[in-house]
């Protein structure tokens, strides 16, 4: 027993950068489900945004929502990602702006990417049903190839100068 727990713990001192961007990964996903689930309720309490041209006030107080929570919940991946996932100490007014900078541009990216995918891979035949949700499996894919690039974008740029131990 006490032979495989130091292999468990060894294997944790090993992974341990990307355990930790994986429960801050649930952690920010957690946030911005709630984030948006409040922010729904106060935009659609309050009487919602005018439509803007052809789109429906729903469609208008959806985006608001997302946006509210797109903006808090980077905001929480970039603290998180920065104390914790990749132990950035620094809080001198460079380094942040810099690390800043570079983390949300990559958002935006992957973002943007995501809103490129998703489509692209419904053209490609992966518009399936999976529990229900139509094009879920597209969804997983581009999910998982966002996380993926977050995870690098974030590790070779815009943490890249946070000293490593590399004895693990």
Known sequence: MEKESSKLRALLDKYHELVMYLIFGVVTT?????????????????GGFAPLWKFSAETVNIDV???ISWIISVTVAFITNKLWVFESKSWEHNIVWKEG???????IFTGVLELVLMPLLVS??????LF??????AKIIVSVIVVILNYLLSKFISFKNVPRDETA
């Not at 490609?124 to 049903?129: A, E, P, S, V």
Request: aromatic letters at 18%; proline letters at 3%; glycine letters at 8%.
């Open 30 to 46: 957690v946030v911005s489900w709630l984030v948006y689930g409040i922010a729904i309720r106060i935009i659609v309490s309050s």
């Open 65 to 67: 929502a997302n946006i």
């Open 101 to 107: 900078w570079t983390f949300y541009s990559g958002r």
């Open 124 to 129: 490609w035949g992966l518009n399936m049903t």
């Open 132 to 137: 229900k949700v139509e094009n879920f499996p």
